[in-house]
């Protein structure tokens, strides 16, 4: 079974910080993907990655960067984060074959107080 | 550019009630077409697919039809049950993402 995780479930974090979300999966996937979910948009892609070391902005990168150093391993950065950042994040992953399923991680709720 | 359309929620139903939940897209070409559905307090995983007109994708009980006429894919059910309750997703795959509806909940009471 295609596992995708993210390292946690629930974050609290000040305006301000600099926020680390990651995730990791073990298929040997190429594609990974970072979105947020919010009530009432649904899902939206922030960012994604087609290999290690590249990377393509989705719909609404703004305030985000991602590092793929390593093919499992996808990681979403707020550099300052800020109250509107507050949502749902989650990863997925998929390889590289056109309709091959995306896999998603169980998600991380982000709180920016 | 690329968009899906799915009807607003909550939908309530009854244990073994039919269950019809209406998705349109817009989007050039012929994109593959999905639902997914989220539990709560979970990822999403992947309901069913289809991958060209006419196509019909099935899992669980559930079903639905790739419409190239009116460009839909409506997901069916014919008794839903209480554990089918969670929100679920449409979404197409473009060149190389997936864009997907705002998401319909689905409740089902015993």
């Known amino acids: 079974d295609v596992k995708v995780t993210q390292s946690s479930r629930y974050l609290v974090k000040r305006t301000g910080e600099k926020v680390f979300l990651e995730c990791v999966q073990d298929?040997?996937?190429?594609?990974m993907f970072w979105y947020r979910q919010d009530p009432g948009l649904g899902l939206r892609l922030i960012y994604f990655?087609?290999?290690?070391?590249?990377?393509e902005k989705g719909d609404i990168p703004e305030g985000y960067s991602v590092s793929r150093e390593k093919k499992e391993r996808f990681s979403l950065i707020l550099e300052s984060a800020s109250t509107n950042q507050t949502s749902m994040y989650l990863c997925?992953?998929?390889?590289?074959?056109?309709?091959?399923?995306?896999?998603f991680g169980p998600g991380t709720r982000l709180t920016v107080l | 550019g690329d968009s899906v359309t799915q009807m607003e929620g909550p939908v309530t139903l009854s244990e073994e009630a039919f269950l019809t939940i209406n998705c349109t897209y817009t989007?050039?070409?012929?994109?593959?077409l999905f639902w997914y559905v989220q539990y709560p307090g979970e990822g999403l995983q992947l309901l069913l697919k289809?991958?060209?007109?006419?196509d019909k994708g099935s899992n669980k009980g559930f079903e639905a039809t790739y419409r190239k006429e009116t460009t839909s894919f409506h997901l069916e059910k014919g008794s839903v049950q209480v554990s089918d309750s969670a929100v679920y997703f449409c979404?197409?795959?473009?060149?190389?993402?997936?864009?997907f509806g705002k998401g319909t909940m689905l409740l089902v009471s015993p």
């Open positions: 289809a991958t060209k007109a006419d």
């Open positions: 298929m040997d996937h190429e594609n």
């Open positions: 990655s087609y290999d290690v070391k590249m990377k």
């Open positions: 989007a050039t070409g012929y994109p593959s």
């Open positions: 997925a992953s998929r390889d590289r074959a056109s309709y091959n399923e995306q896999f």
């Open positions: 979404a197409l795959r473009g060149y190389s993402t997936l864009t």
